[in-house]
């Protein structure tokens, strides 16, 4: 079983930056696609960004289109969130996710369930 552990969360003021990163305890992870996930207090968890297994392809929800990046580095077993620009509505728990049901697949799936294996989050936090 693949272990995600994420780190990098903090608090942040209005238009800081941030770099979320999440380790896998496998190089396997490589072979599917990954994303990342928020949850702020009171909300369900909503899709922020995904990739595909070679990092040829990424998705992203409209809120953080064109602030977040998305990448990864498969030789290090290593997720990144690039964050910019970010906003007080940023701030959730950040998840990162593993789709271990569909290896090597060229469609990156947005919805939760799709995704088999996450990490235990790291708080963002931005103050107005």
């Known amino acids: 079983q693949v272990q995600l552990v994420e780190s990098g969360g903090k608090l942040v003021q209005t238009g800081d930056s941030l770099r979320l990163s999440c380790v896998a305890s496998?190089?396997?992870?490589?072979?599917?696609?990954m994303a990342w996930f928020r949850q702020a207090p009171g909300k369900e968890r909503d899709f922020v960004a995904g990739?595909?297994?070679?990092?040829?392809?990424?998705v992203y929800a409209d809120s953080v289109k064109g602030r977040f990046t998305i990448t990864r580095d498969n030789a290090k077993n290593t997720l990144t969130l690039q964050m910019n620009s970010l906003k007080p509505e940023d701030s959730a728990v950040y998840y990162c996710?593993?789709?271990?049901?569909?290896?090597?697949?060229?469609?990156?799936?947005?919805?939760?369930?799709?995704?088999?294996?996450w990490g235990q989050g790291t708080q963002v936090t931005v103050s107005s």
């Open positions: 496998a190089r396997t992870s490589s072979r599917y696609s």
């Open positions: 990739i595909s297994p070679g990092g040829i392809s990424s």
């Open positions: 996710a593993m789709d271990s049901n569909s290896p090597f697949t060229r469609v990156v799936p947005n919805s939760q369930e799709a995704y088999n294996t």
